[in-house]
């Protein structure tokens, strides 16, 4: 995977894509990944099981996205709705993730959708803000917690 990624990197630094171009480019960034292999502790077998995960890390994003969205929405509309009363809220929670990017990726998309903040994230334990109750109802239930557990086998 990276090595698709250097050469990409490679086409855009040189401007135009020639077949002198793309098999030096291919030659390079493949030398490098080799290097990388050897001595800095890549594995081209979890680089292959990560490209495997590129359709969830996008249906992640997506998701990401759109519930960001509905988040907006739901904030104007308490905004534009003055005589609509709030009832901002602390939430604690636990999580019981493998690993530390998935602990982070679920901090950062509640800090992410509108309305909610996280402020605290210990071990598996989260603080969250929330701008109203129902805004922090099922969050340990959600549907960032499902992808990210898929994403973690």
Not at 125 to 145: C, K, M
């Amino acid at each position: 995977m990276y090595v698709l990624i250097w050469l990409l990197f490679w086409i855009v630094c040189n401007g135009r894509i020639t077949e002198e171009i793309l098999l030096l480019g291919i030659v390079i960034c493949s030398g490098f990944y080799c290097f990388l292999c050897r001595y800095m502790g890549y594995d081209w077998k979890k680089d292959g099981k990560l490209l495997q995960k590129v359709p969830l890390f996008l249906k992640y994003g997506i998701t990401l996205v759109w519930e960001m969205i509905i988040a907006n929405l739901a904030v104007v509309r308490i905004i534009l709705s003055p005589d609509l009363e709030t009832e901002p809220t602390f939430r604690t929670f636990q999580m019981d993730f493998k690993t530390e990017t998935a602990r982070v990726a679920l901090a950062n998309s509640i800090t992410l959708t509108p309305g909610t903040y996280t402020v605290s994230l210990e071990e598996n334990v989260y603080t969250i803000h929330a701008l109203d109750r129902s805004f922090a109802e099922g969050i340990e239930e959600s549907v960032f917690v499902k992808q990210l557990k898929k994403l973690e086998e």
